[in-house]
């Protein structure tokens, strides 16, 4: 049974820096793809980040160059590094794990259960 447990969120002011963690159990980490999606009240849940099979990673426009997407292939965890963070950053932040290449419906789809960052100016 694959199993995704996020960690890491909390509040922060502007600017600050959060490193959120997703533990992944239950499967062979490297079947799936791994990314990181958020979700605001009242918006659709969005992709972050995602990294792919090869270790590529792919960032939304709003996070390049303050987020960082990154594995532990031996710990069979997934982190987002957030930098330089926004109040618009603020959101439920949950972890995915998928088919290659990573895409929300297509293929095996499974979610961890969240974590809340938010972000005060």
């Known amino acids: 049974q694959v199993q995704l447990v996020e960690s890491g969120g909390g509040s922060v002011q502007a600017g600050g820096s959060l490193r959120l963690s997703c533990a992944a159990s239950?499967?062979?980490?490297?079947?799936?793809?791994m990314g990181w999606f958020r979700q605001a009240p009242g918006k659709a849940r969005e992709g972050v980040a995602a990294?792919?099979?090869?270790?590529?990673?792919s960032y939304a426009d709003s996070v390049k160059g303050r987020f960082t997407i990154s594995e532990d292939n031996a710990k069979n965890t997934l982190y987002l590094q957030m930098n330089s963070l926004k109040p618009e950053d603020t959101a439920m932040y949950y972890c995915?794990?998928?088919?290659?290449?990573?895409?929300?419906?297509?293929?095996?789809?499974?979610w961890g259960q969240g974590t809340q960052v938010t972000v005060s100016s």
């Open positions: 990294i792919g099979s090869d270790g590529s990673t």
């Open positions: 239950g499967y062979t980490y490297s079947r799936y793809c």
């Open positions: 995915m794990a998928g088919t290659c290449p990573l895409v929300v419906g297509r293929g095996r789809n499974y």
